[in-house]
């Protein structure tokens, strides 16, 4: 159920089911069309916005942030000596 056309198809299932029971057709089908609006001016605009340079930009910054906090999370365990503790533990 999480189909984004679940909620027009379910009752569909539902009636036909119904209805297959009341008459004793199992034969019987219903036909359902699933016509979507057309794009908006907003969704146009949003699309022709974004460009290749942006994505590019974006992705590395993320990147950057991840080596970042890798190499954070490394100083941080050099500096409290975690490994050397776990060593001597038998960790």
Do not use: W
């Amino acid at each position: 159920m999480t189909n984004q056309d679940a909620t027009g198809l379910y009752p569909q299932f539902m009636y036909e089911g119904i209805l297959k029971l009341a008459t004793g057709k199992e034969d019987l089908k219903f036909k359902v069309r699933n016509t979507p609006f057309p794009a908006t001016k907003m969704i146009h605009e949003r699309k022709s916005g974004t460009d290749a340079g942006t994505v590019t930009f974006i992705s590395g910054v993320a990147y950057a942030m991840i080596l970042t906090t890798i190499c954070g999370q490394m100083v941080e365990e050099r500096v409290s000596h975690l490994k050397h503790i776990q060593v001597i533990s038998g960790v």
